[in-house]
Structures are given as C-alpha cells and as structure tokens.
C-alpha cells in the first residue's frame, strides 16, 4: 500500500522498530485519536479539510508564503537567531570554527521543532517538492545533532562536543529538555503523517526511549525539572503513532511522579496532587500544556480520576479566569496562595494564572502561548467528550486570542496581549507592547502561533463512528475516509466570521445513514438559528452551546443551510472584576472587538469615549474594509465625548468637568486586526454612560 498523497510505500502495515502499525483514516491526523478506547470523535487526516478562503483561507496563505519562510530566515540569520547555527554546531557542522558555544535560550531547539511541525502541516496541503526536501534536510542534521543514546539538547550536546567535562543532564530545570525533546515528538509525527516517512519519527523513538530510561531511575525530584510539559503530549502522540505502549506507560509516569515531588510549587503545577487540583494556578503557558497532556492520557486510558481534575479546572478558567479574548495568564508577577493565613505558604509565581477575577487589561499577560495552551487542551477536551462547550471556546480563542499574536503582514508577533494600551502608561514592562519581527530573548510565541494557523483547518471536521462533526465555519473543503465505511466529501460556503449564512454542499457520502452534527455556537441567540436540507426547513431548537443532528443517507448534490443570525452584542463582566466594572465590550458573533486610536476624530483621546447606555440594534452599522490589506468587518455606532479639563488630567485625582458629553459616530475593528497601522492605543472595554 502507498500513502495516498505522498507515493511513498507504507505496505499496510509499517515496519518501525518493533512496533508494526496499520494506517487507516484518521491515523495521519494532527491528533491521533482514532482508535483512542475513551476518546468520542477523532480528527480527519492532514490535508483532507483545507480553507478555500475567507479570513482563514487568508491566514493559511499568508501562513505559508510570509510566516514559515520569515522564521526560517530569523533562524538561519545569525544576527537575529543562534536556532539553526546550534543545531549546526551540534551536528559537528561547525565549519572548524571548534571555540564556538551555544548561544540563546535552552528551549531554543523546541521553538524550532514548532516552526518544522508548521513546515510539515503545510506540505500536508500543498505536497511541494522544495519543502519535502528542506524537511529532509533538516532532518539530517537533527538526526547527527541527536546523542547516540536518543538524548537530544544542542546546550548538553555541543558542550560534550567541546569537551567540557562538567556538562550533565538535566542539572538545572530552566534547560527545558524534556520540552525540547517533546516538541521533537510532536513535530516529527506530524512529518511522518504528513509525508508517510519515518525519518523523523525514528529519531523520536529514540528521545523517547532515552526518557523512558531516564525516568526509570531519576529521583521524584527530578519531575520538577519538567517544566513547560510539551511531551506528556508529544510522548501520547507517539504512543499513538507506533502503537509502542512504553510510550503511554512513560506519560501515565510522568502524571505519577509528580505527585511524590515533597516540596513543590504552584508555579509548575505541583504543590497539590494532580488528582486534588481544582483550580488553575502558576505559569499558564506549562498549566495549559500540563491539562492538555494530560487529556491525552485520559483518551488512551479512560481514567475519571484525572478527567474530574481537568473538567473543574476547565470550569475554573472559564468561571473566572478568561479573558474575552479566549487568553489565559493574567499576571506578569503574583503569589500564590495570595491572603494565606500562614505567611509561609506564600510563594511566588509569574507568567501565571491570577485569582479569581483578576483580570487586569493594561498589564494583562496573556502570553500568546498560553493561549495555544489554552486551545490545545480544549481540543482535547472536545475529542474526549464531544461537548460543544469545548468547541466554543476553541473557537473563542483561536478568532481572538491566536490570531492577535501575529500581525496581518505574518511577520511581527506578540508575546503578551494586553486588551488596552494607553500612551501614558509608559513604565517599562518587561516586554514589547507593540509587535515585534523577533523576540531574541523567548521566541517560544511566534512559531506556536505559527503552527496553530497552519493546524486551524484541522480543526473544522472531525468524525466518529456514526458521525460528521462541523466544529468551526469557514470557506473550506473536506474529502475524507470515514471509519463507518465509505469516503465523505463536501464544500463548505460562507464568508463567517462576517455573517452566519452557511452553506454544505455535498458530494460524495457513505451508502449507509450518517449523522451531520452542527456546531450551533454558545454565542448565538435562542430562536436565531435555521437549518434547510435541499431548500426545506428542519424542525428543532438549535440551542447554543449544542451540536445539532440531521442523521440521514446523504445523497451527492444535497444542500444543507445553516443560518445563524449575526447581530453585535454588548457584554459585560462579572462585577468582581474590578478592572471592567461600569464597562462594556462589543463582540459579532465570534470576534471580539476593540477600539483603536486611528479610528477617532482628530482631538479625541481614547479614554474620553463611552458608549451610551440603551439603545437598540439599528445603532450598529457593519461596514466592510481594509486593514493592512487583509478583509475586515468594522462596526460603527454612536458614541460619547466625554469633556476632560486637559490642565489637571495628568493628576492622580481630579474634578470632573461638568460639560455635557457631545456625540460622535465610533468605529470598532476585531481585536485580532489591532497593531497593524503604527503604534496605537487601543481597548476593547468602554466605561457606560
Ligand atoms: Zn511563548
């Protein structure tokens, strides 16, 4: 047998090690949960859903033309990044220069395996020839920077290259090897999906055999040196991939052994057994890998006693803890437990999740990481229990959160994302407010967010054994095999995020009756949603937060129509978030907006507007536009100018001017298309008047 894209011969069953593994629809996905015991749906295989167009099809282009190659250039610029030299130096390609040492961040190597997992996802779709063969090359040079034993760390290795006589494994936790080794994983069963070659996942094997080693014999303690746990999902997908079960059993031992760590911390996620853990806590970016690897496990082995942990903590962030934009991670610095009674207990924690309703949006974190955390464990989630709450908030933070990290350009990217900037807020933070091309001290956000766009189409179907689900809309195609027997294509139609109006179309389905289950998002209306087969309206409630069923025997040419009503929304926050009190924020079906400061009358300044209270929906007008070239849909509608005395504003405190407030005409653009026109101010929340 060949792999159906690719040519390359697979033999139904692939040789690899000792492991021999049949390949079958839904086993060349992304996440590989096709024949996971207690997972409800799985993916469709790379390549088979693909953007057509619309503001994802725009996001995938820019993807692959500006993105992938922009990165690679940082990496191979050595003014810019050490990423490729290390590896170079690593792999004994020195060029004789023998003194050099590495240079950058020891996570380096796993900011560049998310970059290659980006590369392998698009050759997914696009099958060009130059990128299979860059893929190769890389590949080679990964495989001579690996130590014979599997470990895989360009500090260690090229250290030992050079003699140095003092280098260990894993003597410090802030060298991120198993992070480093993870991402390898991850990276290369994406390859091997995505091109039928075994080249990289060999080399996987290997680090993942050197960890199962290791973790036989290192202390508890050495658990803690886990940090930022992007293998507990990388070692699951290889499970996956080869069938090996030394790889779940290494995963299942992972979760295990943090639990007899004696003095951990909140920070990483370990001061409570997972199993007590009911709230989320310490750095977002390692608690939101943490959960997702963890689901993983809990598909593979049913276990409730870390399902339970996971489905409060994921009641935890959304109750309390999110952002409107789907990020997570409200605090540079913190403590935690903050206001215990036993001035011992406190510890400190940064990057990190903050209490209950602290929600800053000035000084908000919100690394972009953690909001692909956030997305890679809903995901899971939604695998395991087919639950559209998941799906929603996918959706929420991959409209919002994931695609504000990088500009409309594809070449300048946030580490944090505030949801309000003001010019006079000008004390150092201790990064960028505005995008930046590069982030030599952590590039960890811009390839992530980078894979996640070039993933997004991933995520629209998945299927199960009686089953098509539509978990995200967009302009796409989707030809498949289905596990119940027989191939699904179809077209979906629409330009969403814009509007509701969707359209399936489809053209092949399996001779027996399938389920189409559709997404009817949580953010839509009661009573504002249509369904139609070939013109003829269904009957049923559609309610949010719910997939809806049409289960019948599809015939090619059927027409199915959904029609969600689109209409802007005025939200507010709980009132314990202190930050937001007396404000509002205005979101059109799944985008979030915000105002920004090119888009006011000359004179007014950004803290002067207010909306009115009241009013109906005819005061909203959506107009369509550009914005740094790429399609935006901006909102418009009526809005105060509050008067401001300009002599004393400066003052920490000062009297209100009792002018009567003037009205102009206010245009709001999604928050993801903000920074994109010079250095702005900008904020998605509005005080009321
Ligand atoms: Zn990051």
Known sequence: MRHPRTGVLTGGLILLGLAAIPVRGGERALVNTAKSPDARMY???????????????????????????????????????HVWANLLLAAGQDQGVVDRRHEGPPFDDGDFFK???????????????????????????????????????TPTVIAERQGAAAVKEFADRNHFETYN????????CVHYRATGKTTMLVLARKAADYLCGFYQRAPPELARNAICPSHYMGVVELYRATGDPRYLELAKQLIEIRDEVKDGADQNQDRVP????????????????????????????????????LEAIDRDVVDHKLYLTGATGALYDGA???????????????????????????????????????????????????DARYADLVEQSLYNGVLAGISLDGIRYF????????????????????????????????????????????????LSRDALWVNLYGASTLDTTWSGGGR?????????????????????????????????????????TAVSINRGPVAGEFRPGTYFELRRTWQPGDVVQLDIKFQPVVLEANPLVEETLNQVAVRNGPLVYCLESND???GVRLEDVALPLGGGSDRFTINRRQIAGADVATISLPALVLPRDRTDVDRLYHEVDPAPPRTIQLTLIPYYAWDNRGDTEMTVWLPVR
């Open 488 to 528: 699904i294509k179809l077209r979906q139609e629409t330009d969403y995020p814009w509007s509701g109006a969707i359209k399936f179309t489809i053209s092949e389905a399996p001779a027996q009756p399938v389920a189409l289950r559709l997404r009817i998002p949580g953010w839509s209306r009661a009573g504002q």
């Open 43 to 81: 993916m469709v295989d790379l390549g088979d859903a693909q953007w057509t167009g619309g503001l994802w099809g725009g996001r995938f282009a820019v993807c692959r033309t500006t993105m992938i190659p922009h990165i690679w250039e940082l990496f191979q610029n050595e003014k810019d990044s």
């Open 600 to 602: 006011l009358p000359a």
């Open 115 to 153: 970059w290659f997992e980006a590369l392998a996802q698009t050759y997914a779709v696009t099958h060009d020839p130059a990128t299979d063969a860059l893929m190769d090359r890389i590949i080679g040079v990964v495989a001579q920077a690996q130590r014979a034993d599997g470990y895989f760390h």
């Open 274 to 309: 997972f199993r007590q853990m009911t709230k989320a806590v310490g750095h977002a970016v390692r608690a939101n890998y943490l959960y997702a690897g963890v689901a993983d496990v809990v598909a593979e082995t049913g276990d409730q006693t870390l399902l339970r942990p």
């Open 415 to 462: 580490y944090v994302n505030p949801l309000r900037k003001l010019r006079d807020f000008a004390w150092p933070l201790r990064w960028s407010r505005e995008r930046q091309p590069n982030i030599q001290r952590s590039f960890c956000c811009p390839p992530n967010l980078v894979r996640t766009i070039a993933e997004a189409q991933d995520y629209i179907y998945t």
């Open 336 to 386: 935690s437990p903050d206001g215990s009674d036993d001035f011992d207990d406190i510890q400190l924690v940064h990057q990190a999740y903050g209490r209950d309703f602290q929600l800053p949006n000035l000084t908000a974190y919100n690394e972009s990481c953690a909001t692909v955390g956030f997305v890679l464990w809903n995901w899971r989630m939604l695998l395991l229990t087919g």
């Open 181 to 188: 080794m993870g991402h390898l994983m991850t990276a290369a």
